[in-house]
Structure formats: C-alpha cells, structure tokens
C-alpha cells in the first residue's frame, strides 16, 4: 500500500486542523479497510542534546537493532506498516530542488480500523518510542494524555494524492490468516476426496476446530 503526499495541500499549524477529522479518517486517506497516514513535523536544531536531528539519528541507529528481536510494535497486528524517516531537502521531481533549512520528521504508515484506534494504540503500547522520536519535533504534546497527542497528529496530517490496496475488503489479520491456514486447507482438501459422507463430517467438524483461531 502506498500513501503520497499531495503537493497542492499544505498542513495548517498545529491548532488549525485543515479538514475535519471525519473526513481524514472516512473520505480522504481511505481505500476499503485501509487507512493511510502521512505526518510531516519541523525538527529542532541539529545541536539539541535531546530532540533535533542528532538526537533522530541516533534514536534511528538503536531502533534498526531493537527492529531485527520481537517488541511491541508486533502486537499491533492491524499495521500494515509504519516508517519514520528525515527529510532534508526536496528532490527534483517536477518542482526545483530545494535544500530545507529546517529538517522534516515523516511518519507515514498504513493500517486498519479508525484513527482513535490507532493512535490510542500507540499511546499506551509504544509510550516510550513515540515520544523518543516525536520529542524531537517542535509542538509535540507527549503521547499522554492522548487527546493532545490526537490533535497534534490530525493538524500535521496531509492527504494521499493516490492510495491503493490490493486487498481493500480484507484486514491484515484477515490476510495473515488466510495464509497460514492455507497449508493446512490444502491437506484437508485432498483427505476429503478419499472419505465417506460419514468420515467427511466427522473429520470436517475436526478440522474447523483445529484452525477456528484464524476463521
């Protein structure tokens, strides 16, 4: 899934929400069961101890370790995918390229279920980690209390220009499912064309038992 920044829409200040949040989370950045969402934020002086783009970077090095054993983020099976990234200049891709005197955080990430879902999620799973790397950026409320945390968002949120998804009926708990329940399917499938009516129902009632966590 992709989200892309649209050019011709600016972000208002924080405080200033451009569009509703309704139409963010139901009209603007949705495809099916899938929401896109794209956050840019300046970033404090590079000089600052704690916050500004130094202090990114190195949040960035200890999280590519952290990222490669198990952690929290996992549980939060209704991502797609969620990327942070510093933008220091705009590339020549139609308009001149510019070099940005102040630094961007870019947070963008796609998932399933509402706004207030997701962020509530974050808030009270990934405490730590969102203020680690939003502490950097100027406005940032703290993740909790969360309503502030939720204001700052929608305000430096911008619309995808093009969003796609493969699968816009599905979750991606719906996905991750049907895939690991293929297998067994499949096995099931070939046993079924050797049994007798009553075999089938018998081993049929087995078999939905024994994969009912991912139906």
């Known amino acids: 899934m992709v989200g892309a920044v649209n050019d011709s829409i600016s972000s208002a200040p924080c405080g200033d929400v451009p569009y509703p949040p309704e139409v963010l989370d139901e009209t603007l950045n ?14 404090k002086p590079w000089y600052r101890l704690q916050g500004g783009t130094a202090w990114v970077r190195a949040v960035f090095l200890v999280a590519r370790v952290k990222t490669q ?22 590339p020549d891709l139609g308009q001149p390229e510019e070099r940005l005197n102040q630094p961007l955080f870019m947070f963008e990430s796609n998932y399933n279920g509402t706004f207030d879902e997701y962020i509530d999620a974050f808030a009270h799973i990934l405490t730590k980690g969102m203020s ?49 329940l293929e297998a067994s399917y499949a096995d099931f499938r070939a046993l079924a064309q050797t049994l007798s009516p009553e075999e089938f129902v018998r081993a049929y009632r087995k078999f939905l038992t024994e994969v009912q966590d991912k139906l």
């Open 30 to 43: 949705r495809c099916g069961r899938a929401r896109a969402m794209t956050v840019l934020t300046p970033v």
């Open 132 to 180: 680690l790397f939003w502490g950097s950026s100027y406005g940032f409320p703290t993740p909790r209390p969360v309503a502030p945390f939720k204001h700052y968002i929608h305000s430096n949120e911008y619309v995808a220009q093009h969003y796609y998804s493969a699968y816009p009926t599905a979750t991606t708990t719906m996905i991750t499912s049907a895939l690991s």
């Open 69 to 90: 054993k198990p952690g929290d983020i996992q549980k939060l099976s209704f991502i797609h995918f969620a990327r942070w990234g510093l933008i220091r200049r705009i």
